[in-house]
């Protein structure tokens, strides 16, 4: 395959033309995610051209695209930040065609975008891959990708999938981690019960920091809590950041699971910062809220990465309605669950 560089044309043995989007080619995009989901994919802005281009234009999104000899689109994939000051990336938008599939072009626009990241100092892509067919999970494993969580409930019903058809309700997704450069170090600091769990998500992936005992001057919180929380209507789920965690903050979590689930939301997330030493200690007495391991995960609205907790509104989610995709990816799964069941029964 001729290449030229981290954003270059890359052209294969067999004609196919992989490369990235310039600003004023949006529309594609929005092609590529009708072909697979319908109007019914869950975030708006993809079949915007002019936001799609806009967001290309100020490097807030990449878009790469498979073509083939004759210029017509074969696969997408994208990546997303909420700023270029980001050092990680979200990877989305990813669509291969029917006529396409079988190929492996997924891999090789990733692999496009993974060197593109490289250059540009991302220190990896996270991705939320669905679980409803093992394809897309098998395809990020086999780009070196690795699990670091499973978000239940985590897609709508309402969004339809070509290639996970005669399934409804609700699904799930992986959360995936692609390492493209190392990062800085850091402490972090986790939960005594989900220590383990917690470090080998870290080790497994290649994700930055150790793990690390808060200092001994570290005592729990004694003031009011701070959250941010957000309401993702196109999901219907609501995420819950700890941005201060304070002594209240099991009751406060306990009002906002109330609160959403009595308005219909389906999913509850709490985040806690991992960098935050007072995680620790506080991590542990969530179990009283109802909420249970979900992963680690990066969070906009605090400095480096999350450990994830989620609630279920009365969705049942067993084994059976998650595929994975490494053995990695199934013994944390098979946490994920029994964690969740351990909460659900009350600890």
């Known amino acids: 395959m001729a290449a030229d560089g981290a954003g270059a044309v890359e052209v294969g043995d067999d004609g196919i033309e992989v490369r990235l989007l310039d600003a ?40 790469c695209v498979a073509l083939d000899p004759d210029g017509a689109l074969l696969c997408h994939a994208g990546v997303s930040r909420s700023s270029v000051d980001e050092h990680v990336g979200e990877s989305g938008q990813a669509v291969t065609l029917p006529a396409a599939r079988g190929h492996h072009l997924f891999q090789r626009v990733k692999q496009h ?5 490289t250059g540009a100092g991302l220190y990896g892509l996270f991705s939320e891959v669905t679980t409803a067919h093992p394809y897309s999970e098998r395809a990020n494993v086999d780009l070196g990708a690795v699990e670091t969580g499973f978000l239940l409930g985590w897609i709508p019903a309402t969004v339809s999938n070509d290639a996970a058809s005669g399934r409804s309700g ?27 769990a ?8 290649g994700l930055r920091g150790s793990l690390a005992d808060a200092p001994g001057a570290t005592v729990p919180p004694t003031g009011p809590s701070d959250l941010h929380a957000e309401v993702r209507a196109d999901h219907n789920i609501a995420i819950v950041t700890v941005l201060t965690p304070g002594a209240d903050l099991v009751d406060r979590v306990l009002d906002e699971r109330r609160r959403h689930f009595d308005a ?24 009283d809220a109802g909420v249970s391991f979900a992963g680690v995960f990066p969070n906009r609205h605090v400095a480096g990465d999350v450990l994830r907790l989620q609630a279920l509104n ?12 490494s053995d990695h990816g199934r013994h944390l799964l098979d946490y994920v669950l029994a964690d969740a069941a351990g909460v659900t029964r009350g600890g």
């Open 170 to 196: 609700r699904t799930s997704v992986a959360l995936f981690y692609l390492k493209t450069n190392d990062g800085h170090d850091r402490p972090v600091y986790a939960p005594p019960r989900h220590r383990d």
């Open 264 to 287: 219909g939301i389906d999913v509850l997330y709490v985040d806690l910062a991992l960098e935050d030493p007072r995680t620790e200690h506080v991590g542990e007495r969530l179990d």
């Open 198 to 205: 917690v470090a080998g998500v870290i080790a497994a992936a």
């Open 113 to 117: 975008l993974a060197h593109w990241s």
């Open 24 to 63: 004023d080619e949006g529309a594609m995009v929005g092609d590529a995610i009708r072909v697979a989901y319908g109007d019914s994919y869950d975030a708006a802005w993809v079949y915007d051209a002019d936001e799609v281009g806009r967001r290309i234009a100020d490097g807030r999104f990449v878009s």
């Open 314 to 325: 009365g969705l049942d989610i067993g084994p059976d309605d998650v595929t994975t995709a």
